[in-house]
């Protein structure tokens, strides 16, 4: 079974540049969400992607979008960098309907820096 | 929206002894998740336990639902044990279906 992968692993950009970051999900999950953490905080909910579609977003502006692809993986796109988007971006994969009762499993995460 | 708590913020402790972490939080919850936070970022599954106990090793975990806590003990800590600990929840009755993480638990073992 593999787990949950995330491109790139570090990433130089900056400001008012583009990114897009990549999550592949554990093998049998269709549900991704993306989090951003930044340093010596706990993770943040950007948005969340079941089958496709969006399915909740956090307090993100809408420069921060997403993409999920038929199978399951997905892209975090952020447009118009600014120097608080530096962060670590973390993916998260679960399986099961949309009722938050099923285990979410980490990838690496990407680490963003804006200069 | 729901708020989780973590203490302590911070713990020092020599290898060999026992902890006990615990999350705090101010609604019902669907679905809580303990994790390790290693060095390099990777989020790592510890438990997931919306209610009673579980153990897996030296760690186990508690979540009284009716009272909104949770405990997770670390028994004869290791080195390796070192990092941030993050307790997080779903309340599927909120807005979104969403992890919402708390402060976290900074562990330092010493040797």
């Known amino acids: 079974e593999t787990g949950v992968t995330q491109s790139p692993t570090h990433l130089i950009k900056t400001r008012g540049q583009q990114v897009t970051l990549r999550c592949s999900s554990q093998?049998?999950?269709?549900?991704v969400s993306w989090y951003q953490q930044a340093l010596g905080q706990g993770p943040q909910f950007i948005f969340q992607?079941?089958?496709?579609?969006?399915?909740g977003r956090g307090n993100f502006p809408p420069r921060f979008s997403g993409l999920q692809f038929p199978n399951y993986s997905s892209e975090l796109n952020v447009n118009a960098l600014e120097l608080d988007d530096s962060a670590l971006y973390l993916c998260?994969?679960?399986?099961?309907?949309?009722?938050?009762?099923?285990?979410?499993?980490f990838g690496p995460g990407t680490r963003l820096t804006v200069t | 929206g729901i708020q989780v708590e973590q203490s302590p913020p911070d713990l020092i402790l020599q290898e060999g002894a026992n902890s006990t972490l615990r999350c705090n939080f101010s609604d019902s919850v669907n679905n809580l998740q303990w994790f390790h936070q290693n060095p390099w970022g990777q989020l790592i599954n510890l438990f997931y336990i919306p209610s009673g106990t579980k153990q897996n090793g030296r760690l186990s975990a508690t979540t009284v639902a009716t009272e909104r806590y949770s405990l997770l003990y670390i028994s004869s800590s290791q080195t390796t044990d070192s990092g941030v600990y993050f307790c997080?929840?779903?309340?599927?009755?909120?807005?979104?279906?969403?992890?919402?993480f708390g402060t976290g638990t900074l562990l330092a073992v010493q040797p």
């Open positions: 997080a929840v779903i309340n599927y009755g909120g807005a979104t279906n969403k992890l919402i």
């Open positions: 992607y079941y089958r496709e579609e969006e399915n």
């Open positions: 093998s049998g999950h269709n549900t």
């Open positions: 998260a994969s679960s399986s099961g309907p949309r009722t938050g009762l099923y285990e979410q499993y």
